[in-house]
């Protein structure tokens, strides 16, 4: 079954700290896509970045950056020199091969404080 | 640039009462998705539809559920009968084609059951 996990329910940082945030998935296709997306408060989801299953290459948007590792099955998201308009919830998503859904983590609440 | 859009933004309706959500998307997209989140939980799929047909729908979606592109341009969730726990934010999604697995999310229409 695809499932996608993100351990970290909650994290606060203090502003221009460092921080990443987990995910990881399970899936038997052999081509699948991965996602992170962004939920500020105001509720809408928030594309950031997304990734084929056949490019481990990492990836730096920015202050964003982005570590994917098909051994250990994780594509991990990290924001560097935070800052408060980064607080939000951050969900990370599989896709599925056969119908193109996506299989959403249960989300990082990120809390950056001045 | 091109964007999905949901309408309303907010709904409110009694328990037992019908409830259609609205969406537009993309105008040459040709696959189409709803997916449900309840207030501080994960983003969960409900249904995927292409060439007017549901390709895929979850558990969630039972048969209180319908959906329909009534024109070239319009895509609705129906729910005939409300109960409390559909109570949530409702997004739809759409996609130039099941290959490239790139979903474009409207804002979402928060449901709210009294």
């Known amino acids: 079954a695809q499932k996608v996990t993100q351990a ?3 994290i606060s940082v203090v502003e221009k700290e460092d921080v990443t945030l987990d995910c990881v ?3 038997r296709d052999t081509t699948y896509y991965l996602f992170w997306y962004k939920q500020p408060p105001s509720g809408e989801l928030v594309f950031l970045i997304r990734r084929n299953s056949f490019d481990e290459q990492n990836e730096i948007s920015g202050r964003y950056s982005w570590n994917f590792q098909k051994s250990t099955s994780s594509f991990n998201f990290t924001i560097t020199a935070s800052q408060v308009v980064d607080s939000a919830v951050y969900f990370c998503a599989l896709s599925d091969r056969n119908t193109g859904k996506l299989i959403f983590g249960q989300g990082t609440t990120l809390q950056v404080k001045p | 640039e091109p964007e999905v859009t949901q309408t309303p933004s907010h709904q409110v309706t009694q328990m037992g009462q019908e409830v259609i959500l609205r969406c537009v998307p993309i105008s040459n997209h040709l696959y189409f998705y709803w997916y449900r989140q309840i207030l501080g939980q994960k983003v969960e799929f409900l249904v995927s539809f292409y060439n007017n047909e549901i390709s895929e729908k979850s558990e969630i979606f039972d048969d209180q559920f319908s959906v329909e592109r009534p024109d070239g341009s319009n895509f609705t969730l129906k729910i005939r009968s409300t109960k409390l ?3 949530a934010m409702y ?3 759409s996609s130039p084609s099941q290959d ?3 979903q474009y999310f409207g804002p979402g229409t928060r449901l709210t059951v009294t």
């Open chain 1, 8 to 10: 970290q329910t909650e």
């Open chain 1, 25 to 27: 998935y399970e899936t």
């Open chain 2, 85 to 87: 726990e559909d109570s």
């Open chain 2, 91 to 93: 997004f739809c999604a």
């Open chain 2, 100 to 102: 490239t697995y790139e």
